[in-house]
């Protein structure tokens, strides 16, 4: 593992265009291994870089993106907003919020009005579901008396919860 | 003008791309558009794919000069484009499925051994049809391009760590390649003559 890393760093002093630290230095000149690999890397780079082919593109090719490139619609960069609308939107903002807080101060929002209608119908839904608990025939009722009983105190929950989250 | 645009640095020259010029554009498609072929080529096929490649990536690098940082390199910038252009390309026209797919070598074909020659004698040539896709690419951005190895991770999007191990097993499979070839016994082909060389002719 620790020859892998020596040639990694090896390979990428090469690349760095860098000398090899002097410990690695010492320690690739005691390794006849290493120092192979070391000559072997420089000869290889040397090669690649010698015989690094010079692409040539194709006669026609420049017309044809010229052409490609001005018939494309480059997207439109945002226009910049004139100098005078950019000073007029810090006043807009703050003439808003003048209005906001008047309106504020002049119409205060005044406590919350109680919605009596919702509150008595559900009174009078727990009161029907009590009196009909009750008022069934015992032959009905008996072998539901359980049922009857939890409804009950469902009921009463609930009445009892509605009472609470009133403010 | 156009000899003003000569002695520009490519950062300049997108700056005044920016700013509208087509000009300036044009001799960044110049000093470019070789470069860009090569690298396209060599994993589209020179050809019309190449080509087409090619175009669309001067196109949408056009398009998306405005987002370019005139602080930093143009040329792996550029290549980051080119190369999303190969993957699309690859992409929208896989290999057909009737395709063929490529013989196995056998070493007792005198055909095949005549090739293998044959390939041994350009190293690129050998690189291109023996290393992985990637590290190749690295090599031919490291080498034919000289590109730093932070330019080549911006346009790979890879970590510079990972270019330096790609461009060490790169470099070393190569290597390995070359010894190979001169253990088999054949008549050596003109890049281990050359590798052999440039080994003798280091102090």
């Known amino acids: 593992m620790r020859s892998w890393f020596a040639r990694v760093r090896i390979s990428a002093a090469l690349d760095g265009g860098q000398k090899l630290p002097e410990s690695l230095r010492e320690r690739t000149c005691s390794s006849a291994e290493r120092r192979g690999f070391e000559q072997e890397m420089a000869a290889l780079d040397h090669a690649l870089k010698a015989t690094a082919p010079k692409p040539q593109a194709p006669a026609s090719l420049h017309r044809s993106i010229m052409r490609a490139v001005e018939s494309s619609a480059r997207p439109a960069a945002a226009e910049p907003w004139p100098v005078f609308l950019r000073w007029l939107v810090a006043p807009a903002v703050a003439v808003v919020a003048l209005l906001v807080v008047w309106q504020a101060v002049r119409n205060p929002v005044g406590p919350p009005v109680r919605d009596t209608q919702c509150l008595a119908d559900a009174a009078s839904a727990l009161q029907m579901g009590s009196q009909v608990a009750r008022a069934a025939p015992s032959a009905v009722v008996a072998p539901l008396s359980d049922e009857l009983n939890r409804l009950n105190r469902d009921l009463d929950q609930a009445a009892e919860f509605l009472l609470a989250s009133l403010p | ?203």
């Open chain 2, 1 to 203: 003008m156009a000899s003003d645009f000569q002695t520009c640095s490519d950062e300049e020259l997108a700056r005044q791309s920016q700013a509208g010029s087509l000009t300036a554009f044009e001799e960044l498609v110049y000093r470019y558009e070789g470069r860009v072929y090569g690298f396209v080529a060599n994993f589209c096929g020179s050809g019309p794919d190449a080509r087409e490649v090619t175009q669309d990536t001067f196109v949408r690098a056009f398009q998306a000069i405005g987002r370019f940082d005139c602080r930093r390199p143009f040329a792996p910038w550029l290549f980051t484009i080119a190369r999303r252009k190969c993957l699309d390309h690859r992409r929208a026209a896989p290999p057909a499925a009737g395709e063929p797919l490529p013989e196995l070598p056998d070493d007792n074909d005198p055909a095949e051994l005549l090739a293998q020659q044959e390939e041994r004698r350009d190293l690129w040539e050998l690189a291109r049809r023996r290393l992985p896709e990637t590290q190749f690419q690295a090599l031919w951005l490291r080498y034919v391009e000289d590109l730093s190895v932070a330019g080549i991770a911006q346009a790979l999007r890879k970590t510079r760590t990972h270019i330096r191990v790609l461009l060490f097993r790169a470099r070393a499979a190569l290597g390995r390649e070359l010894k190979a070839a001169q253990g088999t016994g054949r008549p050596p082909g003109r890049v281990v003559d050359f590798a052999d060389a440039v080994v003798n002719s280091e102090p």
